[in-house]
């Protein structure tokens, strides 16, 4: 049985805020803190008229909207830098990992990018594109992001300096899951959009998802 965890009130109050006082660089953190375990961070879903992210605990069923979860990373979560050149010049770096034995092992999310609740025969070729449209750290533009597989091959660079890891196309009922690096601490929000096309229309869903990296 999975629940639709919702908190409109701090969604509303969230909303007011940005509304009175504009964006705030460390935007209020949300009602929900997800550290460890199995998380499909980006999970489509199609409800037979729109697509939809959410965010999906996995350890305990539970959907959330992106904009009440905040996902933690720990100081735990820092690994020597592999020393792929797209992860910077720093000793370390913050690694949600590919595996769930590597994440449970440190006390870290096994975050997963999911397209699991979307069945074959909807989706144009039974697939759709993830898109990170954008990455800010406390605030501002923000090259520190990435998601890569085991190899070192990027999935997702927030890079600005290319045009090129910013989308991938994932086959509809599947579960992929890569190393989340991030290669400074601070408050991260990433906005990702999912895409496909139904009868001809293209849909898509945007949602931001915050990140909060401790030192
Ligand atoms: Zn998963």
Redesign the pocket.
């Known amino acids: 049985m999975r629940t639709l965890a919702r908190t409109l009130t701090v969604s509303g109050s969230l909303a007011a805020a940005v509304a009175l006082g504009g964006l705030a660089a460390t935007p209020a953190l949300a009602a929900t803190t997800l550290s460890s375990g199995?998380v499909?961070v980006l999970d489509a879903e199609w409800d037979g008229a729109d697509l939809h992210l959410h965010v999906h605990d996995?350890e305990t069923d539970t959907e959330y909207e992106p904009a009440d979860v905040t996902l933690s990373v720990p100081a735990a979560a820092k690994v020597a830098n592999p020393g792929y050149g797209f992860l910077g010049s720093g000793s370390q770096v913050w690694l949600l990992p590919d595996t769930e034995a590597e994440a449970d092992a440190a006390g870290v999310l096994f975050p997963?990018i999911?397209t699991e609740h979307l069945t074959t025969g909807v989706l144009a070729n039974n697939n759709v594109t993830y898109t990170l449209v954008s990455a800010t750290r406390n605030g501002a533009a923000t090259e520190d992001f990435s998601i890569y597989a085991g190899s070192g091959s990027r999935w997702f660079d927030s890079n600005t300096a290319t045009t090129s890891f910013k989308s991938r196309t994932f086959a509809v009922a599947t579960?992929n899951?890569a190393n989340w690096a991030f290669e400074e601490a601070g408050t991260y929000q990433l906005t990702f959009r999912v895409q496909g096309t139904v009868g001809g229309v293209t849909e898509s869903a945007t949602e931001t998802f915050t990140v909060v990296v401790s030192s």
């Open positions: 199995h499909d996995e997963g999911s579960h899951h």
